[in-house]
């Protein structure tokens, strides 16, 4: 689990989340890329998800364990620490 805040730092540049979620709503390969594990800072999930809108997201967190808390994912447990550069 990650955010979008995350990924764009990870790739180069912590302001730019808005693009990560640009990129991940027409993301071309959701088998391969699990752009359903990307969600704001406060553990939220997109009401605009690009592959059945928000609940469909929560579907697939569910699906692999993930559990939510007043409707939101519990960043502190299941966000993605570890950083390699």
């Known amino acids: ?14 302001r730019l989340s808005r ?3 640009y ?7 959701p088998g391969r890329i699990p752009c359903y594990r990307v969600v704001n800072r406060f553990g939220e999930v997109s009401s605009a ?11 697939l967190l569910q ?5 939510f808390r007043d ?3 519990d ?3 299941y966000q993605w620490k570890k950083v390699i550069f």
């Open 1 to 14: 689990m990650a955010t979008y805040g995350q990924v764009a730092a990870l790739a180069g540049n912590k």
């Open 19 to 21: 693009v990560v979620g």
């Open 23 to 29: 990129a991940l709503h027409v993301n071309p390969d």
């Open 49 to 59: 998800f690009a592959f059945g809108g928000g609940n469909r997201q929560i579907e």
């Open 63 to 67: 699906a692999e364990g993930v559990e």
């Open 71 to 73: 409707g939101r994912v």
């Open 75 to 77: 960043m502190k447990k």
